[in-house]
């Protein structure tokens, strides 16, 4: 089992930045592939961000490249989202994620979810 905790979220203006952190216990956290999802009211959650376990090959959902950035500390046990130029688009609650499956880009390749947290970007 992995337990995913995450924090950082909350109000921003648009424009604005955010730094997500999500600390993991449990399993090795270097046996897994760390990401995040997010999901707005009403929406189906979406693929945001992954990075592999050395963090050697780092994925983007298109609308992010440029402004989130992904990184991990395996020493730390923690895996962050740099979050620049806020827009109101990208409010909505992010969930860490960590799995080995062969799907990236789907919720379907992720085995443990974080309990999510809440980044509101006004206009």
């Known amino acids: 089992q992995v337990q995913l905790v995450e924090s950082g979220g909350g109000l921003v203006q648009a424009g604005g930045s955010l730094r997500l952190s999500c600390a993991a216990s449990?399993?090795?956290?270097?046996?897994?592939?760390m990401g995040w999802f997010r999901q707005a009211p009403g929406k189906g959650r979406e693929f945001v961000a992954a990075i592999e376990w050395r963090g050697t090959r780092i994925y983007y959902k298109d609308s992010v490249k440029g402004r989130f950035t992904i990184s991990r500390d395996n020493a730390k046990n923690t895996v962050y989202l740099q979050m620049n130029s806020l827009e109101p688009e990208d409010t909505a609650a992010y969930y860490c994620?960590?799995?080995?499956?062969?799907?990236?880009?789907?919720?379907?390749?992720?085995?443990?979810w974080g309990s999510g947290t809440q980044v509101t970007v006004s206009s």
């Open positions: 449990g399993r090795t956290f270097t046996s897994y592939r």
């Open positions: 994620v960590a799995g080995s499956g062969p799907f990236v880009w789907s919720s379907g390749g992720y085995t443990y």
